[in-house]
């Protein structure tokens, strides 16, 4: 089975503090995607990254930043967080190529800034 | 981002009912993927659709890609309490730089199971 985990389930932070959101896949995976979920507004793209070390812009990158040092592993960076920032967090991975293109979600991340 | 247009929003149906619900787009795609969220959890992949026309089944839930390529079919035969929470649609479209591919999601349909 495929499993993405989040570091965090609920995480609490005030406002212009640094935050890490980690997400790993134990599935070998070449791609990787940060979403935010808001009522209303359904997923949106953040970030996501094909492979080590590259990175490109989703629908709203602004205010966040990522890191993919490993393969594995895809960090979603809140430089200074905000109250609009507030959401749930959801990383995702997919295989590269192939016929398969189905993303398996992680858990999820509720943040709240305060 | 666009968004594709998930229908019903909600529904409210017996234990034992059939469910139907769509997503339409104005694009074509080449894959629908169905999921399900329950509250406060991430997406699980309920079918993946790869070919126009296809049917697909996956325990009570059966899903079709749309002839035109520009819809899918999600139904639940049968429903059970545990059916209830969030079915989102997802579409692939064009290849993102590099590899990947982005998913465009519908509004979700919001299931609640009256016993």
């Known amino acids: 089975d495929v499993k993405v985990t989040q570091s965090s389930r609920y995480l609490v932070k005030r406002t212009g503090e640094k935050v890490f959101l980690e997400c790993v896949q134990d599935?070998?995976?070449?791609?990787m995607f940060w979403y935010r979920q808001d009522p209303g507004l359904g997923l949106r793209l953040i970030y996501f990254?094909?492979?080590?070390?590259?990175?490109e812009k989703g629908d709203i990158p602004e205010g966040y930043s990522v890191s993919r040092e490993k393969k594995e592993r895809f960090s979603l960076i809140l430089e200074s967080a905000s109250t609009n920032q507030t959401s749930m967090y959801l990383c995702?991975?997919?295989?590269?190529?192939?016929?398969?293109?189905?993303?398996?979600f992680g858990p999820g991340t509720r943040l709240t800034v305060t | 981002g666009q968004q594709l247009n998930q229908s019903p929003q909600s529904m409210f149906i017996q234990e034992g009912e059939d469910v139907s619900m769509n997503c339409t787009s104005s694009?074509?795609?080449?894959?629908w993927l169905w999921y399900k969220q329950d509250p406060g959890e991430g997406p699980v992949l309920l079918i993946a659709l790869y070919k126009a026309g296809e049917l697909t089944s996956n325990g009570r839930l059966t899903a079709q890609f749309g002839i035109t390529r520009k819809d899918s079919f999600l139904n639940i035969s049968a429903s059970i309490p545990s059916d209830v929470g969030i079915y989102f649609c997802?579409?692939?479209?064009?290849?993102?730089?590099?590899?990947?591919?982005?998913?465009?999601f519908g509004t979700g349909t919001q299931l609640k199971v009256e016993l």
């Open positions: 599935m070998d995976h070449e791609n």
């Open positions: 694009s074509i795609f080449n894959t």
């Open positions: 990254s094909y492979d080590v070390k590259m990175k």
């Open positions: 997802a579409g692939i479209g064009p290849r993102l730089t590099g590899g990947g591919n982005k998913l465009t």
């Open positions: 995702a991975s997919s295989v590269q190529s192939g016929g398969s293109n189905e993303q398996y």
